[in-house]
């Protein structure tokens, strides 16, 4: 079957670094977003990668690797405000992955 | 702008009664997805509807259905309700469809409780 697979929980502390990585198993696949959702909140969007490397906004960043069929979001200078689940999402199958609960600690 | 809206907020129901959803897009966008998400879990997909038709739906039993409207507003009905039903309906909306739109815009979704 088609999935995306996410590490269930990160943790982290204030202005510090975090990857969440994302590893899938689906065909005819264009591209891949990012989803942040606050605990009791609708998804907002990120990030996405239409092509192979590493796409910058602001303290997010979102890298895809279609050969190795992975992709991570790297969370830099990291504030209490992102703690929140995080997806990662095939874009044209609207297929969403596991989710990564990140935890960010004084 | 205003954004993606849902309503109701809360619903509760019993098992065998039937619910419907409703979901207002973004101004100017025409296609709406809808999304459960049950209780610490992640989003799967059901339905996704653009210019009044339905594009694609997820792995989901038919009493999952719904419509576009002509202004491009949706509802989603479930029948025969089950407690396993009991979930966090989102919906969410895009100026294209899912092949070239990255980006939706989510609504608050709909708490739908089944007893």
């Known amino acids: 079957g088609q999935s995306l697979e996410q590490p269930s929980e990160v943790t982290a502390v204030e202005g510090a670094i975090v990857q969440i990585n994302c590893t899938y198993q689906t065909s005819g696949f264009y591209g891949l977003s990012w989803y942040q959702q606050h605990d009791g909140g609708a998804p907002t969007f990120l990030s996405y990668?239409?092509?192979?490397g590493l796409e910058e906004t602001g303290r997010f960043s979102s890298f895809l690797s279609r050969s190795d069929s992975y992709g991570y979001l790297l969370l830099q200078e990291l504030q209490m405000k992102d703690s929140a689940s995080y997806f990662c999402?095939?874009?044209?199958?609207?297929?969403f992955g596991t989710g990564t609960l990140l935890a960010v600690q004084p | 702008e205003a954004g993606v809206t849902q309503s109701p907020t809360h619903l509760i129901k019993t098992r065998g009664q039937q619910a419907t959803l409703r979901c207002s897009p973004i101004s100017g966008h025409t296609s709406v997805y809808w999304y459960q998400q049950a209780l610490g879990l992640g989003l799967q997909f059901l339905l996704w509807y653009d210019e009044g038709e339905e594009r694609n739906r997820g792995n989901f039993p038919p009493r999952f259905s719904g419509r576009q409207f002509p202004n491009y507003s949706s509802e989603l009905n479930v029948n025969a309700l089950e407690l396993e039903d009991s979930a966090l309906y989102l919906c969410?909306?895009?100026?294209?469809?899912?092949?070239?739109?990255?980006?939706?815009?989510f609504g608050p979704g709909t708490r739908l409780t089944v007893t």
């Open positions: 969410a909306s895009s100026s294209l469809g899912s092949g070239e739109s990255y980006e939706q815009y």
């Open positions: 999402v095939a874009t044209n199958k609207l297929i």
């Open positions: 990668n239409a092509l192979d």
